[in-house]
């Protein structure tokens, strides 16, 4: 059936789902913290166990500019 919504620890997620293959996307949204996945759809919802989330490394951009 259709899916609803995607949470990591009651953060709700960005996802897309393939009906045909069953398959569902999901980008762990910022702010989501250690806990559970829930996924909820038609029939009901299913919560994982732990999911672990790690901060990622800060992104840097540098912009260059030569002078005269």
């Known amino acids: 059936g259709d899916v609803y919504s995607v949470t990591f620890n009651g953060t709700a997620a960005s996802f897309t789902y393939s009906a045909g293959t069953g398959k569902i996307t999901a980008t762990v949204p910022a ?3 250690t806990g559970a996945v829930s996924v909820t759809s038609a ?10 989330v790690t901060p990622s ?12």
């Open 43 to 52: 029939g009901g919802t299913a919560v994982s166990g732990t999911f672990t």
């Open 57 to 68: 490394a800060p992104t840097v951009v540098l912009s260059i500019h030569q002078s005269a």
């Open 31 to 33: 702010g989501a913290t």
